[in-house]
């Protein structure tokens, strides 16, 4: 089987940096996603990462991926009010075809 | 581009009765799509995967008689809660991908279900 495990809630002030880890089982994950999810929405994706990338920046978003330890990281610069949510971080098993998601962390932001 | 309709975003229903929900990609084709349900506070649990023109693979635990799954084109796939319980009351999201690979699948905006 395959698990995906984060920290289930965040506080940062707004301007810091906020930094959502997750880690993950399935040593065959191809894909790894992040995304976000405002109250009441559905998901929205915010980035991904293939799985023989270390790193991948995007704006403000940049992700870090360290497949030896299964560690998966999304770093938030300047975090604004607007960023709180839910993130949910996902990965793609291509042993399994199927896209399996972490609990969520929720992201406060303090003004 | 990349869009999924889902419908109905709300729904409530009596005790007994079949709710039908939808998840459309508008502007693509897409061979497999998703069915999850998230509980109030915890995260999207993969109901099922539905790929156009065959059954549906439902993960262990989901009943397929209750969530009948029907996936007859490549832009509609439709999720059917039967005989409704209060305890089936959940937030129901579909996810589609265009192909086969991880990469690009795309999100409904979710139903919210209540059964009273």
């Known amino acids: 089987g395959e698990d995906v495990e984060q920290s289930l809630f965040l506080s940062v002030r707004e301007g810091d940096s906020s930094v959502i880890n997750c880690t993950y089982t399935d040593s065959s994950s191809t894909y790894l996603y992040w995304y976000k999810q405002e109250p009441g929405a559905g998901l929205q994706l915010l980035t991904y990462i293939f799985s023989n990338m270390d790193m991948k920046q995007d704006q403000r978003l940049t992700v870090l991926l360290n497949k030896k330890d299964k560690h998966l990281s999304l770093r938030i610069a300047d975090t604004q009010t607007g960023d709180s949510a839910i993130y949910f971080c996902?990965?793609?098993?291509?042993?399994?075809?199927?896209?399996?998601f972490g609990t969520g962390t929720k992201l406060q932001v303090i003004p | 581009g990349a869009v999924v309709s889902q419908h109905p975003s709300r729904v409530i229903c009596k005790s007994g009765t079949s709710v039908k929900i939808e998840c459309r990609s508008l502007?693509?084709?897409?061979?497999?799509m998703f069915w999850y349900r998230q509980f109030p506070k915890q995260s999207l649990m993969l109901m099922a995967t539905?790929?156009?023109?065959?059954?549906?693979?439902?993960e262990q635990g989901v009943e397929k008689d209750k969530f009948l799954i029907n996936h007859a084109s490549l832009t509609l796939s439709t999720l059917t809660v039967t005989s409704a319980h209060p305890e089936d009351s959940s937030f129901y999201i579909c996810?589609?991908?265009?192909?086969?690979?991880?990469?690009?699948?795309?999100f409904g905006s979710g139903t919210r279900l209540t059964v009273v």
């Open positions: 539905s790929n156009e023109g065959s059954k549906a693979t439902y």
């Open positions: 502007d693509f084709q897409a061979t497999t």
């Open positions: 996902a990965e793609f098993s291509g042993g399994y075809q199927k896209v399996t």
């Open positions: 996810s589609a991908s265009r192909r086969q690979g991880g990469w690009g699948y795309t």
